[in-house]
């Protein structure tokens, strides 16, 4: 125990060094990472606290390197939005639909006018509309004309962070490919390609055999990992039940297969000594162990996952071949090594977070109990453990925890391993050797996924199913991880019950409320479209949802209801649909399908409900108005039972706290414009402004500027967006007039708080405030 405490304590140090550079926002020059090197050096050989530092500075090192020779690869900026020519192999499985076709392509050359640039590597492509004729596959090279853009996501507390998941796999540009004569196939697969191509034929087969059922996106993950048939429905059940671990080859699928083969091996390898004498029945089995393993993460596409399970699996079955059977505590801090060392931007996922604090907690937990527990005790006591000890982060990660993931656990867990996991791998390898048997298994392991759906989606569906939080302040974070060891201690520690008490802040954490007559508003970041929150005291105002794209995508899901968790809100007294564009309205749906909404009001009632809506509209008029708080609401505009139509029929809000006011124009024109003019002339006046129409040409005119006269403009626009919002004559109008503008694909999310002392009225840019140096424009 004693021996392996260094290494544990200079593990801790290296992963320390590497999350030291997560919140920076600009990174050292490369030059300072040659610069660490003999200072590493030098402190590795002292010892105590300069030896930490040693591993902590090696941490620095290694991230600050890699992070470095990522970002070398960037697109240049000259070449955003322009047509280029490429050439290269499609690096992943397309993900088709009706829409469009989505690949990563790894570039070989980039040109424009005949003139070679660096290229960025990898690259993450669409082809929307594409023909049969194409016929894309893994493994293809190809000649593209495509327009590319730098790493570019939304950027909104409790979101996800799609510039950083760009940047954890190596993607330094996303873009499109344009309908040109010089597209065209350049060679057919190649020799590179052999798992690629493997993965791919296996996916067409299990889609054939299954005939697109809905269990085929989770017998798809169980086999080769590809999760991108999966349906929003069906990640939400997961969830809600704690089992999205399932649909991700990781430790529980790679452990099973392994295992599996080592029990086989070592009862087989026993019936020939002569071989015994050569090789030990239990280093034969653990050499077996790490092949198959070997062979499942292969098929899974070595996934992030995949290789953390592999790298712990492999700690395990070396120290047995090598007759240096290791310590629970030292087997995890030597995986730890490993996967740091092979990629240290794992960090970044929420999975290396949860699975290696998922084993760290069954292995503290099972320290130093008194007795031996039966297998099911055991299992128990382990699933008690893990709900528990994953709580905070869970709640860090997600704002939310299931309630119910021991009872989703104790039937899927075992059904997915010892039936459904064999079932679906063995048919995936017997897909090449004997078809008819190969359908047989692949359809039994679907049928027992549909009626494990039933089940789970049921349990998701009770009301008790999850608990939300707000987001957890570090303070609170702190106090719940001690009170997390607290509680889990071996037996012998006294009054273990208080870590319970340290728990507390973690199940009743809230966003701190704005005071009496103030409000705290936040413009959302949805790329092209609009979407904001208001929050007073006691109540909550969204206005307009933002957009949706297709089926499986939309903004509520994916910044509304993330945004509204992370601030702990359960319910929304007022949903303002400004009217029935999509880019206002798309991710109402799921708002509504997820959160309860005390009332709606639309400019367009009959419109919204052609758009899903199935909740009682009202109308929205001038004249309505209501208090919350000490803060007015005032409808401004359309006026009632109007003639105006489309966008000049938009909602337009007015919210005044303690003598300041801010203004929701939706997406009014110059008609709409001149009658809020000529109706309210300088009541207008607001210190902030959400700029009409985006900053479209047909509004923001002079006399609607001058009326408003705001302090702020701010502008709700996606980053190249293909209506050029925007305008430049319009963002000349503003800046005629010194009006600070915000726009927000460049800061993020927008917030402010109405009600504050005039000089405290400054706007909160979430891109700044909250960025990494992956994000930094």
Same mark, same amino acid.
């Not at 040659?34 to 402190?43: E, Q, W």
């Not at 919210?655 to 000529?678: F, N, P, W, Y």
């Given at each position: 125990?004693? @021996?392996?405490?260094?290494?544990?304590?200079?593990?801790?140090?290296?992963?320390?060094?590497?999350?030291?550079?997560?919140?920076?926002?600009?990174?050292?020059?490369?030059?300072?990472?040659?610069?660490?090197?003999?200072?590493?050096?030098?402190?590795?050989?002292?010892?105590?606290?300069?030896?930490?530092?040693?591993?902590?500075?090696?941490?620095?090192?290694?991230?600050?390197?890699?992070?470095?020779?990522?970002?070398?690869?960037?697109?240049?900026?000259?070449?955003?939005?322009?047509?280029?020519?490429?050439?290269?192999?499609?690096?992943?499985?397309?993900?088709?639909?009706?829409?469009?076709?989505?690949?990563?392509?790894?570039?070989?050359?980039?040109?424009?006018?005949?003139?070679?640039?660096?290229?960025?590597?990898? *690259?993450?492509?669409?082809?929307?509309? *594409?023909?049969?004729?194409?016929?894309?596959?893994?493994?293809?090279?190809?000649?593209?004309?495509?327009?590319?853009?730098?790493?570019?996501?939304?950027?909104?507390?409790?979101?996800?962070?799609?510039?950083?998941?760009?940047?954890?796999?190596?993607?330094?540009?996303?873009?499109?490919?344009?309908?040109?004569?010089? =597209?065209?196939?350049?060679?057919?697969?190649?020799?590179?390609?052999?798992?690629?191509?493997?993965?791919?034929?296996?996916?067409?087969?299990?889609?054939?055999?299954?005939?697109? !059922?809905?269990?085929?996106?989770?017998?798809? #993950?169980?086999? /080769?990992?590809?999760?991108?048939?999966?349906?929003?429905?069906?990640?939400?059940?997961? !969830?809600?039940?704690?089992?999205?671990?399932?649909?991700?080859?990781?430790?529980?699928?790679?452990?099973?297969?392994?295992?599996?083969?080592?029990?086989?091996?070592?009862?087989?390898?026993?019936?020939?000594?002569?071989?015994?004498?050569?090789?030990?029945?239990?280093?034969?089995?653990?050499?077996?162990?790490?092949?198959?393993?070997? %062979?499942?993460?292969?098929?899974?596409?070595?996934?992030?996952?995949?290789?953390?399970?592999?790298?712990?699996?492999?700690? $395990?079955?070396?120290?047995?071949?090598?007759?240096?059977?290791?310590?629970?505590?030292?087997?995890?801090?030597?995986?730890?090594?490993? +996967?740091?060392?092979?990629?240290?931007?794992?960090?970044?996922?929420?999975?290396?977070?949860?699975?290696?604090?998922?084993?760290? +907690?069954?292995?503290?937990?099972?320290?130093?109990?008194?007795?031996?527990?039966?297998?099911?005790?055991?299992?128990?006591?382990?699933?008690?453990?893990?709900?528990?000890?994953?709580?905070?982060?869970?709640?860090?990660?997600?704002?939310?925890?299931?309630?119910?993931?021991?009872?989703?656990?104790?039937?899927?867990?075992?059904?997915?391993?010892?039936?459904?996991?064999?079932?679906?791998?063995?048919?995936?390898?017997?897909?090449?050797?004997?078809?008819?048997?190969?359908?047989?298994?692949?359809?039994?392991?679907?049928?027992?996924?549909?009626?494990?759906?039933?089940?789970?989606?049921?349990?998701?569906?009770?009301?008790?199913?999850?608990?939300?939080?707000?987001?957890?302040?570090?303070?609170?974070?702190?106090?719940?991880?001690?009170?997390?060891?607290?509680?889990?201690?071996?037996?012998?520690?006294?009054?273990?019950?208080?870590?319970?008490?340290?728990?507390?802040? %973690?199940?009743?954490?809230?966003?701190?409320?704005?005071?009496?007559?103030?409000?705290?508003?936040?413009?959302?970041?949805?790329?092209?479209?609009?979407?904001?929150?208001?929050?007073?005291? =006691?109540? +909550?105002? %969204?206005?307009?949802?933002?957009?949706?794209?297709?089926?499986?995508?939309?903004?509520?899901? #994916?910044?509304?209801?993330?945004?509204?968790?992370?601030?702990?809100?359960?319910?929304?007294?007022?949903?303002?649909?400004?009217?029935?564009?999509?880019?206002?309205?798309?991710?109402?749906?799921?708002?509504?399908?997820?959160?309860?909404?005390?009332?709606?009001?639309?400019?367009?009632?009959?419109?919204?409900?052609?758009?899903?809506?199935?909740?009682?509209?009202?109308?929205?008029?001038?004249?309505?108005?209501?208090?919350?708080?000490?803060?007015?609401?005032?409808?401004?505009?359309?006026?009632?039972?109007?003639?105006?139509?489309?966008?000049?029929?938009?909602?337009?809000?007015? /919210? $005044?706290?303690?003598?300041?006011?801010?203004?929701?124009?939706?997406?009014?024109?110059?008609?709409?414009?001149?009658?809020?003019?000529?109706?309210?002339?300088?009541?207008?006046?607001?210190?902030?402004?959400?700029?009409?129409?985006?900053? @479209?040409?047909?509004?923001?005119?002079?006399?609607?500027?001058?009326?408003?006269?705001?302090?702020? #403009?701010?502008?709700?626009?996606?980053?190249?967006?293909?209506?050029?919002?925007?305008?430049?004559? %319009?963002?000349?109008?503003?800046?005629?007039?010194?009006?600070?503008?915000?726009?927000?694909?460049?800061?993020?999310?927008?917030?402010?708080?109405?009600?504050?002392?005039?000089?405290?009225?400054?706007?909160?840019?979430?891109?700044?405030?909250?960025?990494?140096?992956?994000? @930094?424009?």
């Amino acid at each position: 125990m004693r @021996s392996g405490w260094p290494l544990r304590t200079g593990v801790i140090a290296f992963l320390a060094g590497i999350l030291s550079l997560q919140h920076v926002q600009v990174l050292p020059a490369i030059e300072w990472s040659i610069l660490l090197l003999p200072a590493i050096v030098l402190a590795v050989w002292l010892p105590g606290f300069w030896r930490l530092t040693g591993w902590w500075l090696a941490g620095v090192f290694w991230m600050l390197l890699q992070a470095q020779l990522i970002l070398v690869h960037s697109l240049p900026v000259k070449l955003e939005g322009k047509d280029v020519l490429v050439r290269g192999r499609i690096s992943s499985l397309p993900e088709q639909n009706f829409r469009r076709t989505r690949f990563e392509f790894e570039l070989e050359s980039l040109s424009r006018d005949g003139r070679i640039y660096s290229s960025p590597g990898r *690259v993450r492509l669409s082809w929307y509309r *594409v023909g049969k004729r194409q016929n894309l596959h893994a493994g293809q090279y190809w000649q593209l004309q495509v327009r590319l853009k730098r790493p570019q996501g939304l950027m909104n507390p409790g979101g996800f962070d799609y510039e950083g998941w760009l940047f954890q796999h190596r993607i330094r540009a996303t873009g499109y490919i344009r309908k040109s004569h010089k =597209n065209h196939k350049l060679t057919d697969v190649g020799s590179s390609c052999f798992l690629l191509c493997l993965r791919e034929k296996i996916r067409d087969h299990i889609i054939k055999i299954t005939h697109a !059922r809905n269990s085929t996106g989770l017998l798809l #993950a169980l086999s /080769i990992g590809e999760r991108s048939l999966i349906t929003p429905v069906q990640w939400q059940w997961l !969830r809600k039940t704690g089992t999205s671990h399932l649909v991700a080859i990781s430790g529980l699928h790679i452990g099973l297969v392994a295992g599996l083969m080592f029990l086989l091996l070592n009862r087989l390898w026993r019936f020939s000594g002569r071989v015994m004498l050569y090789c030990p029945a239990p280093k034969a089995a653990a050499w077996g162990a790490m092949a198959a393993a070997l %062979v499942y993460a292969a098929l899974a596409g070595f996934s992030v996952p995949t290789q953390r399970a592999l790298i712990m699996l492999s700690v $395990v079955m070396l120290g047995i071949i090598f007759n240096r059977p290791l310590s629970p505590g030292r087997t995890l801090a030597l995986a730890l090594l490993a +996967v740091l060392i092979i990629d240290p931007l794992a960090v970044m996922s929420a999975g290396f977070w949860l699975s290696f604090l998922a084993v760290w +907690v069954i292995v503290y937990g099972l320290a130093a109990r008194v007795g031996k527990p039966g297998k099911w005790q055991q299992w128990w006591r382990s699933q008690a453990w893990v709900t528990l000890g994953l709580m905070p982060v869970l709640l860090l990660f997600f704002q939310q925890v299931s309630l119910i993931a021991p009872l989703a656990n104790v039937l899927a867990i075992p059904l997915v391993s010892l039936l459904i996991a064999p079932l679906s791998l063995l048919g995936s390898l017997l897909l090449f050797i004997n078809p008819d048997w190969a359908a047989f298994l692949l359809l039994a392991a679907a049928w027992l996924l549909d009626r494990l759906s039933d089940y789970l989606s049921w349990l998701a569906g009770l009301p008790f199913a999850t608990w939300s939080a707000a987001v957890l302040s570090l303070p609170a974070l702190i106090l719940s991880l001690f009170g997390m060891l607290w509680l889990l201690a071996p037996q012998g520690i006294p009054a273990r019950w208080l870590g319970g008490v340290m728990l507390l802040p %973690v199940l009743f954490a809230r966003f701190v409320s704005p005071l009496p007559e103030q409000a705290r508003f936040t413009l959302l970041d949805v790329g092209q479209g609009l979407a904001a929150v208001v929050q007073t005291r =006691n109540h +909550v105002l %969204v206005f307009d949802t933002g957009a949706r794209f297709g089926k499986n995508f939309n903004m509520g899901d #994916a910044v509304l209801i993330p945004f509204l968790r992370q601030r702990g809100i359960r319910q929304v007294d007022r949903l303002i649909l400004s009217h029935a564009d999509n880019d206002h309205l798309g991710g109402a749906a799921s708002l509504l399908a997820q959160i309860p909404v005390q009332k709606i009001l639309a400019s367009n009632p009959q419109r919204a409900r052609k758009k899903g809506i199935v909740q009682p509209i009202e109308p929205c008029h001038s004249g309505q108005q209501w208090n919350w708080d000490g803060v007015v609401f005032r409808i401004l505009h359309p006026p009632p039972r109007t003639r105006l139509r489309r966008n000049n029929r938009s909602c337009v809000l007015q /919210i $005044v706290a303690g003598g300041q006011s801010l203004l929701l124009s939706g997406d009014i024109e110059k008609a709409a414009e001149h009658t809020l003019v000529r109706r309210y002339g300088d009541k207008l006046r607001a210190e902030i402004l959400v700029v009409p129409h985006h900053g @479209s040409k047909t509004s923001s005119t002079a006399a609607f500027i001058d009326s408003v006269s705001p302090r702020y #403009a701010l502008f709700p626009t996606g980053y190249r967006n293909r209506y050029g919002f925007p305008h430049p004559s %319009v963002l000349a109008r503003y800046h005629l007039r010194k009006i600070p503008l915000y726009q927000t694909w460049a800061n993020g999310a927008i917030s402010f708080t109405l009600g504050v002392p005039a000089g405290a009225l400054q706007p909160q840019l979430f891109r700044q405030r909250q960025g990494h140096f992956w994000n @930094s424009f």
